[in-house]
């Protein structure tokens, strides 16, 4: 107890030194704090992206159909692989779909697109469609229904009930067809590979015009919980997964956002090392510091027979009294910092990742993991940058101490 009353007095003989060292510390603890909080709310950005709008959790295809979208690999009897679907617990719900390129055709253009065919009703759980109408209406089930993005509907010069003409191939004899449909919606996602490159139409027209009877090319899949997407353990991915169909899941079918997120995970790490190098010499130049202005003050203790080991104690003491009070300060501010920029995000400007905009800022994520495991990291950086400061002042040679003036 005499040494920590002794350590806790030493911190405040210099009071400035002690406020800038604990504000360089916890400083330091907010800057992580947000990082990671930035760095968890940029990986869920781009991980909604790409399973909440269309792609979905995990994806069902005739092994191979990725590597060129071939559209004579489908599935010929989904029957077998949707009762598997559903009778998994795991799973929220899943949506059917047909897809091909092809040409859209209007009176005064024609583009390239990609057709999705899809389940007006099923497709509501699993992706956006519905929610990204901006005019018209969602899908009904009619034949001749069609929604296309803005962009597209502005390169086609045309508008809400204006016909347009899709041209694709059909999937087993790889013949010429097509068919004649009215735009009832026009979406936005917001992303313009896809409003750009995009339209749907209802599952039975799209399986009528490429001659596929009740054949499929894609499941799209969504989880009640979507972590259980990444585990290849789950019985989905071993009871329908087989020599001619496989399941993957977001992560193996966008290796792009696979890798960002992937990459996204070093840059708390990168900024981590540079925080506590920073504070590390922080530290080690307080404590010395602290150290030569008493240097004469340790030689008179040791004289009278104070052993090392007690001044070894007394700095590490105060070094982790220096972390105790850094680490409530940092958790402090960086609580409502981070608060702060999850309601109203960090303004980054527009920029583009991997297809995906984020025109809205960055929001960062509260997690309380942040505000035990970085300040523990910073109390036990402190301890051990305090090592060698301390070690210096228990090696101090009391006849070369006290002539030392005060």
């Known amino acids: 107890m005499l040494i920590l009353k002794l350590a806790w007095r030493n911190l405040f003989r210099n009071t400035r030194r002690t406020v800038l060292t604990v504000t360089l510390i916890a400083l330091s603890l907010t800057a992580l704090i947000i990082t990671d909080g930035m760095v968890i709310g940029l990986i869920e950005l781009m991980t909604g992206n790409v399973t909440h709008i269309l792609a979905g ?5 005739r092994k191979g159909y990725l590597d060129n979208n071939d559209a004579d690999m489908f599935i010929n009897d989904p029957g077998p692989v949707i009762g598997k679907i559903k009778s998994n617990e795991t799973v929220l719900d899943y949506a059917p ?16 697109s990609m ?3 899809v389940d007006a009703v099923r497709e509501v759980a699993v992706s956006k469609i519905k929610s990204a109408v901006i005019e ?3 899908l009904t089930g009619g034949d001749q229904e069609i929604i296309i993005g803005g962009p597209l509907a502005e390169l086609l010069e045309v508008s809400l009930h204006d016909r347009i003409v899709l041209t694709t191939a059909e999937a087993s004899s790889g013949e010429i067809s097509q068919a004649l449909f009215r735009i009832t919606g026009i979406f936005e996602f917001g992303l313009p590979e896809l409003d750009e490159n ?5 599952l039975a027209a799209a399986q009528r015009i490429m001659v596929m009877d009740h054949g499929i090319h894609q499941i799209a899949v969504r989880f009640r919980n979507p972590e259980d997407a ?3 353990d789950n019985d989905l991915y071993k009871d329908i997964g087989n020599n001619d169909i496989e399941v993957l899941n977001w992560l193996e079918f966008s290796p792009q956002i696979a890798a960002m997120i992937e990459m996204s995970n070093y840059v708390t790490l990168v900024t981590c090392i540079i925080l506590f190098f920073l504070a590390a010499l922080g530290i080690i130049n307080s404590m010395f510091m602290s150290i030569y202005e008493r240097i004469y003050e340790f030689g008179v203790v040791m004289a009278i027979g104070t052993a090392p080991g007690s001044i070894l104690k007394l700095v590490m003491l105060e070094a982790l009294l220096i972390a105790l009070i850094s680490s409530v300060t940092g958790n402090i501010i960086g609580y409502f ?3 702060w920029f999850e309601a109203n995000g960090i303004p980054v400007g527009e920029f583009e990742i991997s297809s995906i905009v984020i025109d809205s800022g960055i929001h960062t994520r509260v997690v309380a993991d942040q505000f035990i495991r970085y300040p523990i990291y910073i109390m036990l950086l402190t301890l051990v940058a305090a090592v060698y400061p301390a070690v210096f002042a228990a090696r101090i040679t009391p006849s070369e101490a006290l002539q030392r003036s005060l």
Do not use: C, D, P, W
């Open 57 to 61: 959790e995990a994806q069902i295809h």
């Open 97 to 112: 779909r047909v897809m091909s390129g092809g040409m859209v055709t209007s009176s005064y253009n024609v583009a390239g």
């Open 115 to 117: 057709i999705y065919g």
């Open 136 to 138: 018209g209406h969602y």
């Open 198 to 202: 995009l339209v749907f139409i209802n």
């Open 230 to 232: 990444k585990n290849r």
């Open 337 to 339: 910092a981070s608060s």
